[in-house]
Nanobody, 124 residues
Framework: QVQLLESGGGLVQAGGSLRLSCAASGRTFSRPAMGWFRQAPGKEREFVAAIEYDITNTRYADSVKGRFTISRDNAKNTMYLQMNNLKPEDTAIYYC?????????????????WGQGTQVTVSS
């Protein structure tokens, strides 16, 4: 079992920045890709960004390219999402997830473990 705990969410004005963290604990000896998803009220969970264990490969949703940066510190079992130039449409609950394998997946079924989420609210 792997436990994931997100932190860093909050309320920010449009144009502002937030940094989300995702700390993993438990059986972390495998080397899975990890990702961030988000879910706004009344909408399906959507892919935001993902990163492979060796950090050389990342992928972003078109809606966040150029504004969000995903990173991970494997020594600390922690993943990050730096979010800049936030927009009201970025408002959602953000979830971190650990993939079933080493390759990036952009759909929820590609992930085995999930955190409980952290709320990000961007005011206009």
């Amino acid at each position: 079992q792997v436990q994931l705990l997100e932190s860093g969410g909050g309320l920010v004005q449009a144009g502002g920045s937030l940094r989300l963290s995702c700390a993993a604990s438990g059986r972390t000896f495998s080397r899975p890709a990890m990702g961030w998803f988000r879910q706004a009220p009344g909408k399906e969970r959507e892919f935001v960004a993902a990163i492979e264990y060796d950090i050389t490969n990342t992928r972003y949703a078109d809606s966040v390219k150029g504004r969000f940066t995903i990173s991970r510190d494997n020594a600390k079992n922690t993943m990050y999402l730096q979010m800049n130039n936030l927009k009201p449409e970025d408002t959602a609950i953000y979830y971190c997830a650990s993939a079933t394998g080493s390759l990036i997946a952009i759909v929820p079924r590609g992930y085995r473990y999930w955190g409980q989420g952290t709320q990000v609210t961007v005011s206009s």
